[in-house]
Nanobody
Framework: QVQLVESGGGLVQAGGSLRLSCAAS????????VGWFRQAPGKGREFVAA?????????YADSVKGRFTISRRDNAKNTNYLQMNSLKPEDTAVYYC?????????????????WGQGTQVTVSS
């Protein structure tokens, strides 16, 4: 079983930045693609960004493209990051990282097997 733990959330003013981390432990999945999703109050969970296990390919939701950057460490590949710049109030949500075995990216939460508990991001106007 792969355990994922997010950290780095908090309260920030509009225009500010945060970096979220996602640490994997347990039975680490060395060939897992990783995705970040978010869920705002009263809304469904939505895709934010994804990265292949090699780190060579990334994909972003249009709403965050140019502002957010997903990355992962080159060595053990057991830590992933979501750098969030130019934050807007509409970015307020609980952010989750997720992992799926295999090399392909996916925007569908149904294809991710492992999930973290989430970290709250609040952007004030």
């Amino acid at each position: 079983q792969v355990q994922l733990v997010e950290s780095g959330g908090g309260l920030v003013q509009a225009g500010g930045s945060l970096r979220l981390s996602c640490a994997a432990s347990g039975r680490t999945c060395s060939t897992c693609a990783v995705g970040w999703f978010r869920q705002a109050p009263g809304k469904g969970r939505e895709f934010v960004a994804a990265i292949t296990w090699t780190g060579s390919s990334t994909y972003y939701a249009d709403s965050v493209k140019g502002r957010f950057t997903i990355s992962r460490r080159d060595n053990a590949k057991n830590t992933n990051y979501l750098q969030m710049n130019s934050l807007k109030p509409e970015d307020t949500a609980v952010y989750y990282c997720a992992a799926r075995p295999g090399v392909g990216l996916s925007t569908s939460e149904r294809l991710y097997d492992y999930w973290g508990q989430g970290t709250q991001v609040t952007v004030s106007s």
